[in-house]
């Protein structure tokens, strides 16, 4: 059942507030103002960069063996990315010979949603009504529930057990003939389930730290018993038919025996799949998951579920300057660095393409956000006009919706006139193209708008001019 919490702020708190906002406003709109002129200068002079190394980069044909003549050279190649490195989990006792090792952990727990309603009031008080709902979730995180506005669900909250996230890379990660810097092997991406080996004795202390835990929070429940083990039958082979003979039966008889093939792989699957599988009555191991509570299949409020991944050898492409047996950004003249490494195998100018594809989205996203900061910094320095007629709700949401429009229009041409300076630095042609766009849409605004509103006026007087009584005829 929902929780509300009702809030009324008088007319005079919300004006104070209201001015108050007006120096977050001022920050705001010079927040915005920045981020549009610094992306504007880091889109262009990254896309520079990408045109330089471009023209640079010379294909590595062999990546297997050291060529000296490519010693500071930038270069592109493919090869496999492997390791010799041997990565211990020491919580848990298991490891592997992998490039990396993830220990993912999840809690599942109450969580708060809260939805807020505003509405004004004559006289200039504001109500607002906050509505809370609680559902269960998997987090990344412990909640404390004590802190929930609702009662019912405070202290709500537990976890059998706190685990720490944890990552760890090999240090020695070959690419050919060469050694990966740590900057490439952390963009290798090669993930999938971690066989685990996990103790039995280890298993059995999860399992009683677990129950203690469980009974503290839950008192003592009737034990799970685990489902009792039938002995395993090995199911029926086909035999192998030669295909001389296949080739004569039925296709009827040849479709049944692919049938029956294809689910006897698949009971053999399964059965190799249930090696890996461990259950407790508090602690169960399932492929690469280890699970802390009664049941997984039906969480409580306290599990946990701690999922382990590797990075395993995979073929890369590097993009990178040589250096010595290992690899270095490339400066380019402007000062903006790069070096990349991407799954599979890639030509130079994929990279490329990919990498300007990549900072044009960026452009793009910086630019709507740094407008909108503007627009949100505007509203924020003009807002007490409209908090000032809140007196007469209906008069007042009217107003702020007209200073809406006009915050929104000087946003974006305010963005607009700062886009166009900034890339008047870097691409004249298009800085004076926006300058332009920006111009026309002021005079729009301000001329148009006014010569809009003289002709409404003199519609407005003419239809009101009293109109002359019809003659009568004679």
Request: hydrophobic content about 40%; overall charge neutral; glycine content about 8%.
């Amino acid at each position: 059942m929902a929780y509300q919490e009702v809030t009324t702020t008088g007319y005079g708190t919300r004006v104070g507030n209201s001015f108050k906002a007006i120096g977050s406003g001022f920050l705001m709109f010079i927040l915005g103002t920045a981020l549009l002129w610094w992306n504007e200068g880091r889109a262009v002079k990254t896309e520079k960069m990408l045109d330089e190394a471009g023209n640079a980069y010379v294909e590595m044909e062999n990546p297997n063996k050291k060529d000296a003549s490519l010693d500071g050279e930038l270069i592109c190649g493919s090869a496999m990315a492997t390791t010799e490195d041997s990565l211990t989990d020491a919580q848990f006792g298991i490891g592997a010979t992998a490039i990396s090792i993830r220990r993912n952990v999840e809690y599942y727990q109450w969580v708060e949603h809260s939805q807020t309603k505003r509405e004004d009031k004559l006289g200039g008080k504001e109500v607002t009504t906050t509505t809370y709902t609680y559902t269960k979730e998997w987090v990344s995180n412990p909640i404390q529930s004590s802190n929930f506005h609702d009662p019912a669900y405070q202290n709500k909250n537990t976890v059998l057990t706190t685990i720490d996230e944890s990552e760890q890379w090999a240090e020695n990660v070959k690419f050919g003939a060469y050694t990966l810097p740590e900057s490439l092997i952390h963009r290798i991406s090669s993930r999938e389930a971690m066989d685990l080996a996990i103790s039995e004795d280890l298993l059995k202390q999860f399992d009683k730290a677990t129950q203690a835990a469980y009974e503290r929070f839950y008192g003592v429940q009737k034990a799970i018993q685990p489902a009792a083990q039938q002995p395993t039958q090995q199911p029926a082979q086909v035999a192998a038919i030669p295909d001389s003979i296949k080739a004569l039966l039925p296709d009827s008889v040849k479709a049944a025996l692919d049938s029956l093939q294809a689910v006897n792989d698949s009971i053999n699957k399964q059965m190799e799949s249930a090696d890996n599988k461990k259950d407790l009555q508090y602690i169960h191991q399932a492929s690469n998951v280890l699970y802390f509570g009664r049941v997984p299949g039906a969480p409580e409020v306290g599990d946990v579920r701690v999922t382990f991944e590797k990075v395993v050898p995979a073929k890369v492409t590097v993009m990178a300057v040589v250096d010595g047996d290992t690899f270095k950004a490339y400066k380019a003249k402007n000062g903006k660095r790069f070096q990349t490494l991407v799954m599979g195998k890639k030509t130079g100018d994929e990279i490329i393409e990919g990498e300007k594809e990549a900072n044009n989205m960026i452009l793009w996203a910086l630019r709507i956000i740094g407008i909108m900061i503007v627009i949100g910094g505007l509203k924020g320095i003009f807002g007490f006009l409209e908090t000032i007629l809140k007196v007469v709700p209906f008069i007042a949401n009217i107003f702020g919706w007209g200073v809406g429009i006009v915050c929104t229009v000087l946003g974006v041409v305010w963005s607009l006139i700062v886009i166009a300076i900034a890339w008047l630095f870097y691409r004249p042609l298009l800085g004076i193209s926006l300058l332009v766009l920006a111009g026309f849409l002021v005079w729009v605004f301000a001329f148009k708008g006014k010569d809009k509103l003289k002709e409404l006026a003199a519609k407005s007087s003419k239809n009101n001019q009293p109109q002359p009584a019809p003659q009568s005829a004679e």
